[in-house]
């Protein structure tokens, strides 16, 4: 019996000593539209819901977000929260501190940045303009990554497509599409966002190639080919209605093949009643695949 036990121990330490870092490790990306602070939201007003917000990111265990509609303070105070995290990103007006980030943020002890920037969905992407027929500035931010764990290389890009303009939602598309090929070589590459945009649209076809774009980068809706069925509600935007059932999302995670998904889901968490967002956010576990 005793031989049997320390035969049983030693496997145990063999175990241990397995070297981790090369087995398999999966991601937890998310996209989340924070809904920026506006003080009459209400009783939805960032002060009111942010402690819920930061909760919310903590209890899932995201390890790379890319953030919508983010203000600058908005920003400190989820840094401050979450000092597991860093994260790089420009406000849209002026390439600086003023107006909406797209804000990722990375766990800093798993992930390296290699290469971070941020263009302008717009005509002139080098400078803050308004693109096309947009109403507003938006903004694609990007960062190149090294997985500490896995020694793997990857891009994940995070945008905000215009709530009005159909052309510029449509040319936006586009432009990040030959941004990307521009960019990342043959890297995998992860796509985040709210693209104002249902699985029907045109900016979707365009970015899962279901439609000409003269883009050799190809991308499928994380959801489409996920290996566990898609967990949650259907839609993604609420207006902050804890009773909302939106039926279509326009809130995305999209990835470029040689990634493999393991689940999706959109979180609809609520506390007491109340969101922490006007937007689900939505969480996918994906694999760097060889």
């Known amino acids: 019996m005793k031989k049997y036990l320390k035969l049983f121990g030693s496997i145990l330490c063999l175990l241990f000593l397995i070297n981790t870092d090369a087995l398999p490790q999966s991601i ?80 800093k ?42 020694e793997k290389t990857f891009y994940l890009f995070n945008t905000h497509l215009d709530n009005e303009g159909e052309i510029a939602r449509l040319e936006s598309a586009k432009l990040i599409k030959r941004k990307m090929e521009e960019i990342c070589g043959t890297y995998p590459v992860i796509l985040t966002g709210d693209f104002n945009s249902f699985p029907d649209s045109p900016p979707y076809k365009v970015i899962t190639a279901t439609v000409d774009t003269n883009t050799s980068i190809q991308f499928s809706d994380s959801k489409s080919i996920s290996q566990t069925k898609h967990h949650g509600p259907s839609g993604t935007f609420t207006g902050f209605d804890i009773n909302a059932r939106p039926l279509k999302p326009i ?29 689900y956010a939505v969480l996918v576990e994906i694999l760097l695949n060889n």
Request: hydrophobic residues 35%.
């Open 109 to 150: 002890e798993r992930f390296d940045t290699v290469e971070t920037s941020t263009f302008w969905c717009s005509e002139t992407p080098d400078r803050p303009g308004l693109g096309w027929d947009a109403a507003y500035q938006r903004i694609t931010t990007y960062g190149k990554f090294k997985d500490r764990s896995t």
């Open 251 to 279: 809130d995305f995670i999209f990835v470029r093949k040689g990634i493999s998904v393991l689940t999706h889901a959109t979180l609809s968490d609520s506390f007491d009643g109340f969101l922490p967002s006007d937007h």
């Open 28 to 107: 937890r990306v998310m996209t989340f539209n924070i809904r920026l602070d506006i003080p009459n939201d209400g009783a939805n007003a960032w002060n009111n819901r942010k402690d819920n917000f930061v909760s919310m990111i903590r209890f899932h265990k995201a390890d790379i977000i890319g953030l919508q509609e983010a203000q600058k303070h908005q920003i400190d105070f989820i840094s401050k929260s979450l000092p597991g995290y860093n994260w790089f990103g420009i406000g849209r007006d002026d390439g600086k501190q003023a107006g909406e980030f797209t804000a990722i943020f990375y766990r």
